[in-house]
């Protein structure tokens, strides 16, 4: 079955960075583009970007650009996110999904389980 | 920016019809899906393309879209349907990808 399994929890200083990696299984890797989605606690959920696995373009949030980016390992399956200069508001749950897409849209399914990210002093 | 609007909650008794909106601009243009969070779980997707639903998940959950507003219907509510659900689409262009702010489903 299609899974996709990210890294454990990390706890990060401000302006540092961190990088969460997602493993995918069950399914042709370079097939798919993974998406990245977060959720601050207690919120809702916010998307972030996606990635081609098939020829790497992306395509990120406006809100985060400058600071995120993604990329993919084909040989592992792998994809990861990096997210840079974190500040206390990027402390949240990070998932990746799998980006399902036709001619004219494209959603997100299955999810990975998630990772807490959290950014304090 | 694009907005999806969904109402805070919503709350039914066990057996009965929960219905709960999403309402959006480019709805007439654009899917809406459907998704699931239980307590400390991921997001599972539960109805996509306005009204089609992934093979595993119950026949009581289904969806349907006109004009601006799309709705997800649980017909027959069960306590372990208690849970936040979000619609998602994007804007007319395609571009920028947008989630409603999420709907708490209680069902006792």
């Known amino acids: 079955q299609v899974q996709l399994v990210q890294s454990g929890a990390e706890v990060k200083k401000p302006g540092a960075s961190v990088k969460v990696s997602c493993k995918a299984s069950g399914y042709t890797f370079t097939s798919y583009g993974i998406s990245w989605v977060r959720q601050a606690p207690g919120q809702g959920l916010e998307w972030m970007g996606w990635i081609s696995a098939y020829n790497g373009n992306t395509n990120y949030a406006q809100k985060l650009q400058g600071r995120v980016t993604m990329t993919t390992d084909t040989s592992t399956s792998t994809a990861y996110m990096e997210l840079r200069s974190l500040r206390s508001d990027d402390t949240a749950v990070y998932y990746c999904?799998?980006?399902?897409?036709?001619?004219?849209?494209?959603?997100?399914?299955?999810w990975g389980q998630g990772t807490l990210v959290t950014v304090s002093s | 920016s694009y907005e999806l609007t969904q109402p805070p909650s919503v709350s039914v008794s066990p057996g009965q019809t929960a219905r709960i909106t999403c309402s959006g601009d480019a709805l007439p243009k654009k899917y809406a899906y459907w998704y699931q969070q239980k307590s400390g779980q991921a997001p599972v997707l539960v109805i996509y393309?306005?009204?089609k639903r992934p093979s595993g998940i119950p026949e009581r959950f289904s969806g349907s879209s006109s004009g601006t507003m799309a709705t997800l219907t649980i017909s027959g509510a069960q306590v372990e349907d208690e849970a936040d659900y979000y619609c998602?689409?994007?804007?007319?262009?395609?571009?920028?990808?947008?989630f409603g702010g999420g709907t708490k489903l209680t069902v006792l």
């Open positions: 999904a799998r980006l399902m897409t036709t001619v004219t849209t494209y959603w997100f399914d299955p």
């Open positions: 393309e306005d009204s």
């Open positions: 998602y689409s994007t804007d007319s262009s395609g571009n920028h990808v947008v």
